[in-house]
């Protein structure tokens, strides 16, 4: 193995603990930690639908169930009933992009967005406030655009419609640094 067959590795772990780093900076605590937890699951999503075009369940799975856990102890008056509200969330959020999916298949005959976006999509849902995952969408979506556009411009290819996209890669980043901008502001809050 040379430097070089290390780097990749060698990134992602630096990037790993700026985001553990940042989480416990931005809230310290536990929801700083299990902000931590989910730029961990995040960052494997992201890595993973980027070398592979696949979500897996287990990593969506566990950050789903933080998010629940996060729910339900970060308003412990409201207890379960917390957690039930983003499920509800979650699957508000799920909803729609499941409808896209459809579409798309019904109009062009071919998959636009795979079930883990549709799964990703949920957690969004379940960890942050509708509104920041409305930003969350659109940065992603933006982003996802810009890299399309920039990866064809670089290498003088033509853009095509039936190209594979990585979404849940600018999805995941999406939802921690919406996670992050809503921990920020919550510091003023208290």
């Known amino acids: ?21 940042a989480s416990l900076m931005a809230a310290p605590g536990l929801d700083g930690v299990l902000g931590a937890l989910l730029g961990a ?5 992201a890595t993973t639908d980027a070398q592979r075009y696949i979500i897996p369940n287990e990593l969506v799975g566990a950050a789903a169930a933080l998010a629940l856990l996060r729910a339900a102890s970060m ?18 959020v799920a909803l729609p ?4 999916m459809a579409g798309y298949r019904a109009w062009r005959g071919r998959d636009g967005l ?6 990703l999509a949920a957690v969004a849902g379940a960890w942050l ?8 969408i659109e940065a992603a979506t933006l982003a996802a655009l810009a890299a399309y556009i920039a990866h064809g411009a670089l290498r003088r290819r033509k853009l095509r419609s039936t190209a594979y996209l990585p979404f849940g890669l ?9 996670w992050l901008a809503e921990a920020l ?6």
């Open 97 to 100: 992009f499941l409808a896209l």
């Open 185 to 190: 502001l919550n510091q003023g809050a208290y």
């Open 114 to 119: 795979g079930l883990g976006d549709i799964k």
């Open 1 to 21: 193995m040379t430097t070089y067959d290390l780097l990749p590795q060698l990134c992602l772990a630096i990037l790993l603990l700026a985001v553990v780093a």
């Open 129 to 136: 406030s509708l509104v920041t995952v409305l930003a969350v």
């Open 41 to 45: 699951l995040m960052l494997a999503i």
């Open 75 to 92: 308003a412990p008056d409201a207890g379960w009933y917390a957690a039930l509200i983003a499920a509800a969330r979650g699957i508000a």
């Open 170 to 178: 600018f999805l995941a980043a999406a939802i921690w640094f919406g």
